[in-house]
Protein backbone atom coordinates (compact mmCIF):
# COMPACT_ATOMS: atom_id res chain seq x y z
CA UNK A 1 0.00 0.00 0.00
CA UNK A 2 2.59 2.42 0.99
CA UNK A 3 4.39 1.89 -2.22
CA UNK A 4 0.72 2.69 -4.16
CA UNK A 5 1.04 6.01 -2.76
CA UNK A 6 4.40 6.74 -3.32
CA UNK A 7 3.67 5.70 -7.31
CA UNK A 8 0.70 7.70 -7.08
CA UNK A 9 2.33 10.58 -6.20
CA UNK A 10 5.47 9.92 -8.88
CA UNK A 11 2.66 10.24 -11.54
CA UNK A 12 0.84 13.25 -10.18
CA UNK A 13 3.86 15.12 -9.97
CA UNK A 14 4.85 13.96 -13.81
CA UNK A 15 1.33 14.95 -14.58
CA UNK A 16 1.43 18.62 -13.44
CA UNK A 17 4.81 18.95 -15.00
CA UNK A 18 3.48 17.78 -18.14
CA UNK A 19 0.23 19.98 -18.03
CA UNK A 20 2.15 23.23 -17.34
CA UNK A 21 1.65 24.76 -21.01
CA UNK A 22 -1.66 23.45 -21.46
CA UNK A 23 -3.95 26.10 -22.85
CA UNK A 24 -7.74 26.03 -24.04
CA UNK A 25 -8.36 27.36 -27.86
CA UNK A 26 -11.65 27.27 -29.86
CA UNK A 27 -11.55 26.41 -33.46
CA UNK A 28 -14.88 27.59 -35.08
CA UNK A 29 -16.05 25.93 -38.19
CA UNK A 30 -17.94 28.56 -39.48
CA UNK A 31 -15.05 30.55 -39.74
CA UNK A 32 -12.82 28.68 -41.33
CA UNK A 33 -13.14 28.84 -45.29
CA UNK A 34 -14.46 25.16 -45.44
CA UNK A 35 -15.83 24.67 -48.87
CA UNK A 36 -18.48 22.46 -50.01
CA UNK A 37 -17.14 19.24 -51.16
CA UNK A 38 -13.89 19.77 -49.62
CA UNK A 39 -12.15 16.47 -47.98
CA UNK A 40 -9.57 18.39 -46.20
CA UNK A 41 -8.35 21.44 -44.81
CA UNK A 42 -5.36 22.99 -43.53
CA UNK A 43 -5.41 26.06 -40.53
CA UNK A 44 -2.85 27.98 -39.03
CA UNK A 45 -2.83 29.45 -35.96
CA UNK A 46 -5.80 28.17 -34.85
CA UNK A 47 -7.44 30.57 -32.59
CA UNK A 48 -4.52 33.23 -32.22
CA UNK A 49 -2.95 29.85 -30.43
CA UNK A 50 0.18 28.66 -32.44
CA UNK A 51 -0.80 25.47 -33.39
CA UNK A 52 -2.45 24.40 -36.55
CA UNK A 53 -4.43 21.41 -38.08
CA UNK A 54 -4.80 19.61 -40.92
CA UNK A 55 -8.55 18.04 -41.41
CA UNK A 56 -8.68 15.05 -43.87
CA UNK A 57 -12.51 13.25 -44.26
CA UNK A 58 -11.89 9.66 -45.36
CA UNK A 59 -14.49 6.61 -45.97
CA UNK A 60 -17.89 6.60 -47.40
CA UNK A 61 -18.00 10.42 -48.21
CA UNK A 62 -20.76 9.88 -50.60
CA UNK A 63 -22.69 9.17 -47.98
CA UNK A 64 -22.83 13.28 -46.86
CA UNK A 65 -25.97 15.46 -48.49
CA UNK A 66 -26.67 18.89 -47.93
CA UNK A 67 -28.42 20.05 -44.24
CA UNK A 68 -29.82 22.98 -45.57
Do not use: E, H
Not at 17 to 44: M, P, R
Amino acid sequence: MKKMKKRMKKIGLIAIIASGSVFASTFDWSATGWNDGDLSGSYTDVDGSGINITVTVTGDTDKFGDST
